[in-house]
């Protein structure tokens, strides 16, 4: 966990000794966790923790936020985010103006086990957003500021991704880039009081992304040494070393932060990499002199004082530059357990041994002489002193020993003794012995990793290898063992690797029903390749063409393969299911039939099969009825049958007079009843926004279908109530209409506010113009989604103010359309007060939304005129002047004009 400190102007504030609070304002630490670490060499805490950078709103460079990383020491840092404070003459709750030039630095403390540039844009640090009002603690006098809680030492939320930095090199900037971590490679290896500082010319959000860029080339704990900070205002050739260094007195352990000539005081650099700012121009003449202990990339021309081009030609620096997977896996699961000191004083020398050995081993452009050079250079670099590093290599080299095994065979095992010393070191000689006879095994192990080199070998033997080696080969590959691993990797596997094993497994076990449906392990793995397989429209008809030789294998993937590719995603099961109409002629009456011949099928794979042919010919044909009703009748409907067909049928058809047709026929299908209402529901939800008027047998097939259901019809409903509110002349009977159509409780469809019925219902709100209809309304077309809900109740307050804005009753409808949200006595049958109250709030913000969308100047005088309350008047009047008041500006003097 990390500790937390907050550095700003505050009253009272804490000690950074002790936490004790102290009665004073002004700068100081307003409070820090109360687990702080107290080592902190105290001239860091007094300069770097509360520096202030030289920025301001008048300064060319303006307002800047920035991060620094600080060593404290014992593998403890300090990770800060500095924001500057604007003047905004706010006020204390004394009565008192903040005073100018404030500033908020917050720190965190602790050994963090992540890279510093995750935490750049952090939610964590939340500091800067507080009110600077929170800072001061002025009611109470002994009132004291709460401590801070502990944070989380990783973090994940942070605005940098590796696309942002990729991105960013790539716009003209990897040269640069290479020359500047080949600088900073160099100084890691160099003592600590003789290293030179990089600066970067930069804006500061440029330098986060230099900084990330070579932070992530790097371990994370050798990205921690890499101090910075992403902003250092003031930086001259004079006083580069107070703002870039401290002094440490070796004998005293004091520090300061300037050279007081004294020969006992070494150097410490603050920051090894520190921005400057373009238009700081207190920097702007920096330059590098041959006594500099700094170096200066000046981004505006991509160039740099240091020489590195020699460095930055290697491979590391290349393939940190492009952060490809060999950089990525180096600093992951390589630099890590390399041992500090002199095993870093070449990073790229080991990262060339790292690309043969730990990356992609059966990579053509790797020999297999260069391979043993390369392990026998880290076993010499101290790499078996970490059983970690010893395991990583072992794996990774048995994983890609494969490739390797002919040429190691004709150099007498050269290879395998390198990682048989390994191996003695972890106690798994038996497995070197075991990789001679089992390379394939060994492949099929390391899936997904091995993908490339399984398919590569594959191919390789396949040409080489009889047909009747191929089989028993592939036969052995096979055991309960390794299938169970090769089921845990399928689902990551690429279409190319699952071909190769869908291959090997028919290689092995051919067409045999018996061998295949009798081992659970070998049809989970087969039905998982075929998944596999899916996007690949080629393959996997060849697969199933292998299948389709046995009626009971084709039925039993087809069905399993189908249910399986539910939960990856609509199109997954698509592309699966018109691989099977492809393979029968795209003819689904043929295809339905052969799959209800399996006594295991279900009809959710006929539903989809009927539905993606539909889908795939835009129109819905009656056979397709036909089809389901006989596979109904063979099959048997389980709990959900026929919700999928019946959605797609009322989706595509769009002659309204065929829909009483598909009524009738879904009635007598012999689904479920309450799959039925499901259907229902779906059905009187598409009609609901069908601008068509219904048809009498349309509208008596829906109520024949809701009577046997017994079940309320949205559309049956909604027809009754339209008519009544549009025949009637009084409120009384139209909120009677209202209440009945509020009981049945409907959960409205999206879209519902451009049916007929939203319409309906806005003529007539206006037309009473009374207040307890208006919060009916919102409860007519209220739903499940509040944010629905809101929208609606926006369109239905503008729809009703931008109708009536000329008429001369238009303040007596504001004042009622106010009163619906305003009168607390005003209740709403079937839902309870507290609903109703949240749905005045969301009318009442629908309302003034509405107002400012078409407020005039005349609106507080027609309100004044208007038969009601004053009170209510005064209310109203209120509202439209904070409304008027919000328009501003030249704009709203001259709107209506």
């Given amino acids: 966990m990390l500790e937390q400190l907050i550095y700003t102007r505050c009253s009272p504030c804490r000690s950074l000794e002790n936490g004790q609070v102290i009665r004073k304002e002004g700068l100081g630490f307003y409070s820090l966790s109360p687990g702080l670490v107290s080592d902190i060499p105290e001239r860091i805490k007094l300069d770097r923790l509360i520096r202030k950078q030289n920025c301001s709103k008048t300064r060319t460079a303006g307002y800047v936020c920035s991060y620094s990383l600080l060593q404290l020491g014992g593998g403890n840092s300090a990770l800060t985010y500095e924001v500057p404070r604007e003047n905004t003459g706010e006020k204390r709750l004394n009565g008192n103006l903040i005073r100018t030039g404030n500033y908020i630095k917050q720190t965190l403390v602790g050994k963090i086990d992540d890279y510093p540039y995750k935490w750049f844009g952090s939610a964590v640090f939340d500091a800067h957003l507080h009110p600077q009002q929170d800072y001061y603690h002025d009611l109470d006098p002994k009132s004291e500021p709460p401590l801070l809680p502990q944070l989380p030492a990783s973090v994940g939320d942070g605005y940098i991704t590796d696309k942002m930095i990729d991105e960013f090199l790539s716009d003209g900037r990897k040269a640069l880039f290479k020359q500047m971590l080949a600088f900073v490679c160099l100084q890691l290896s160099a003592p600590v009081g003789e290293r030179r500082v990089l600066l970067i010319k930069d804006t500061p959000e440029h330098t986060e992304l230099w900084v990330a860029a070579i932070e992530r080339s790097l371990s994370k704990d050798i990205a921690l040494k890499v101090s910075f900070d992403t902003n250092i205002s003031g930086i001259t050739g004079n006083n580069s070393n107070g703002e870039l260094f401290y002094y440490v007195n070796n004998k005293t352990g004091a520090v300061c932060s300037y050279d007081s000539r004294i020969n006992t005081l070494e150097r410490l650099p603050y920051a090894m990499i520190a921005g400057i700012h373009p238009k700081d121009t207190m920097s702007a003449n920096i330059r590098k002199t041959p006594i500099s202990n700094y170096e200066i990339a000046d981004t505006a021309n991509m160039s740099f004082t240091a020489d590195m081009s020699a460095d930055a030609g290697r491979a590391y620096f290349a393939h940190a530059a492009e952060h490809d997977d060999y950089i990525s896996e180096f600093c992951e699961a390589f630099l890590p357990y390399i041992p500090e000191g002199d095993g870093l004083t ?31 250079l880290v076993l010499k670099n101290g790499a078996p002193g970490s059983v970690q590093l010893c395991r990583r290599l072992f794996e990774t080299g048995l994983a890609g020993y494969g490739v390797y095994f002919t040429a190691d065979e004709e150099n007498g095992y050269a290879l395998l ?18 990789k001679i006879a ?35 080969v592939a036969y052995m590959l096979f055991d309960e063992q390794s299938v169970e691993k090769c089921i845990q990797a399928a689902p990551s596997l690429d279409a190319a690797a699952a071909k190769v094993l869908f291959d090997m497994l028919f290689a092995g076990r051919g067409a045999d029903s018996q061998a295949l449906l009798s081992d659970e392990g070998l049809c989970t793995l087969t039905v998982y390749l075929l998944c596999g397989c899916v996007a690949d429209r080629e393959r996997i008809a060849a697969g199933l063409r292998v299948l389709s030789q046995n009626d009971e294998l084709f039925c039993f993937f087809a069905y399993y393969t189908a249910r399986h590719l539910e939960g990856a995603g609509d199109r997954s099961r698509q592309e699966w299911i018109e691989a099977l109409l492809e393979l029968s002629g795209n003819d689904p009456e043929a295809l339905c039939s052969r799959l209800c011949q399996s006594p295991d099928m279900g009809m959710e794979l006929i539903e989809g099969i009927l539905c993606v042919y539909a889908k795939g010919c835009g129109r819905f044909e009656d056979r397709l009825h036909k089809i389901f009703e006989l596979s109904l009748a063979r099959l048997g409907a389980a709990d959900d049958t026929g919700l999928e ?6 989706e595509l058809i769009e002659d309204m007079s065929l829909i009483p047709r598909m009524i009738s026929k879904a009635m007598r299908a012999g689904i479920d009843e309450d799959m039925q209402r499901r259907i229902y529901i779906y059905l009187n939800k598409r009609l609901f926004v069908r601008k068509e008027p219904m048809t009498q047998e349309l509208l008596s097939g829906l109520e024949a279908w809701s009577e046997r259901l017994c079940i309320s019809s949205l559309v049956l409903e909604k027809e009754l109530f339209v008519n ?24 409205m469809p999206q879209g519902y506010t451009k049916s007929v019925m939203f319409g309906a219902v806005c003529e007539a709100a206006g037309r009473f113009n009374d207040r307890r209809f208006y919060l009916y309304s919102m409860f007519l077309l209220d739903t499940e989604l509040d944010e629905a809900l809101k929208d609606t109740a926006f369109a239905f307050a503008d729809t009703l103010i931008r109708e009536n804005i000329k008429s001369k ?25 507290e609903r109703v109250s949240q749905v005045r709030q969301i ?9 400012k969308n078409s407020y005039r100047s005349s609106m507080p005088d027609q309100v004044k005129k208007a038969a009601a309350p004053d009170e209510d008047k005064k209310a109203l009047i209120k509202m439209l002047a904070g409304i008027s008041g919000s328009k501003g500006g030249i704009k709203g003097i001259f709107r209506h004009k």
């Fill in 346 to 376: 070449d990073i790229a020398g080991l990262f060339d041994a790292y690309a043969l050995l730990m990356t992609d081993l059966c990579a053509a452009n790797k020999s297999y002489n260069a391979l043993c050079t390369a392990l026998r």
């Fill in 417 to 434: 003794s390198l990682y048989s010393s390994l191996a003695d070191t972890l106690g798994e000689k038996g497995r070197i012995t075991e």
């Fill in 438 to 472: 089992d390379r394939y095994i060994s492949l099929i192990d390391s899936l997904p990793g091995s993908s490339k080199a399984l398919c590569r070998s594959w191919e390789v033997f396949g040409k080489t290898g009889s047909e009747e080696l191929t089989k028993s």
């Fill in 645 to 650: 067909f019946y959605r797609c049928c009322f």
């Fill in 724 to 747: 009544a509110i549009e025949t009637v002349n009084s409120v009384t009977p139209a909120l009677g209409a209202a209440e009945r159509f509020i009981r049945i409780g409907f959960d």
């Fill in 809 to 833: 009753h238009l303040g007596s409808l504001l004042l009622e359309l106010w009163a619906a949200f305003a009168d607390e006595e005003l209740t709403v049958p079937a839902y309870e007060p």
């Fill in 843 to 851: 009318m009442k913000e629908a309302f003034e939304a509405a107002l």
